[in-house]
């Protein structure tokens, strides 16, 4: 395995960040079927604390994505995090009536979170009053990733070619997008085709601010094309304005679900490191115009003697021309 130098100039000092994490919170959600689960984690110490809605990947739950967590908790973020309906903690059956709309209730359940964040702050002890609910980010790995987008403006193709409603929320000022399907139609699998059909993302209305991160092993059972389909968001949409691709990196991205998770298959903890810290510095610029950090984390990244990803920006309203599907970008 090829050795990068550890990105570090972000990490706080675990033992001078002390955190908190409370769980379950339950949100009453009569149409959802059963109320919400949420875990939240947080500073002990600190006010204004930036928000960030964290909507995790198929089957997983609020438990999961520790090391981003610990990572963001400790550099002031609060992190809320739901449990989908898909999780496998609630073992929801394949012949559910709300299975094919869980695409929607997952996006109705981060704005039912956001509806509720002063309820929310009064239910963990010592966190009322210290939210900045004018500074929301949302991040999402995989599923979760369409999930966020759609909060960011982006819409479904419908079988006709006309486009599902707007379901995007002004509230949420940035996002993150880890390993996000791209295109559905003809780039679908059969299998996704038959059994995911609203993974066929409009990404022309995503115009909030977002970084994607990729990676450029990620080789998708559910697409016809090879990793450059977790890009797509990037290129095909005006608002996500950052693209890291990660050398080697699979869909798990070294392993953010989980320290040691078991279904990591490329396991790095530099490539989480990568993720934690490029994923702060983004949002600290987007939330609190912190130029600072996002050119400190880029920089680093790029003065790698054996770089771990490479970076892509677009200027100032620059919206670059996708190279032709399927080749190395």
Do not use: C
Not at 107 to 136: C, F, N
Not at 180 to 204: I, Q, T, V
Not at 251 to 258: A, E, K, R
């Amino acid at each position: 395995m090829t050795s990068h130098a550890p990105l570090t100039f972000l990490t706080a000092d675990p033992a001078q960040s002390p955190t908190v994490s409370v769980e379950p919170i339950m949100l009453s959600a009569p149409e959802r079927g059963e109320d919400l689960q949420i875990r939240v984690s947080a500073p002990i110490v600190g006010d204004r604390l930036p928000v960030i809605l964290m909507a995790h990947g198929f089957a997983k739950s609020m438990r999961d994505y520790a090391p981003l967590v610990d990572h963001w908790t400790r550099q002031g973020f609060a992190v809320i995090q739901p449990t989908f309906l898909d999780s496998a903690t609630l073992n929801l059956s394949p012949d559910d009536l709300r299975t094919p709309d869980i695409w929607r209730h997952r996006v109705r359940d981060m704005t039912r979170i956001l509806d509720h964040l002063g309820e929310i702050e009064a239910a963990v002890p010592s966190l009322t009053g210290r939210l900045d609910h004018e500074r929301i980010a949302a991040v999402g790995h995989s599923y979760g990733a369409q999930t966020v987008g759609t909060l960011l403006g982006a819409r479904v193709f419908e079988p006709d070619g006309s486009v599902t409603d707007d379901m995007s929320d002004h509230r949420i000022r940035a996002g993150v997008l880890l390993s996000a399907a791209g295109e559905g139609g003809a780039y679908l699998s059969p299998f996704a085709a038959e059994n995911f059909p609203f993974m066929s993302p409009s990404f022309a209305e995503l115009a909030t601010p977002a970084l994607v991160i990729a990676g450029d092993k990620d080789d998708s059972p559910l697409s016809t094309r090879g990793p450059d389909w977790f890009t797509d968001a990037y290129w095909l949409s005006p608002g996500a304005d950052a693209l890291v691709t990660l050398f080697d990196g699979e869909h798990l991205l070294g392993g953010i679900t989980g320290y040691r998770s078991a279904d990591t298959t490329d396991e790095n903890p530099e490539r989480v490191a990568a993720v934690s810290d490029l994923s702060t510095a983004y949002l600290r610029r987007a939330l609190d115009g912190d130029e600072a950090a996002w050119s400190a984390a880029t920089q680093t990244l790029r003065a790698q003697d054996a770089p771990i990803g490479s970076l892509q920006q677009k200027g100032v309203g620059q919206q670059p021309v996708a190279p032709q599907k399927g080749l190395d970008r």
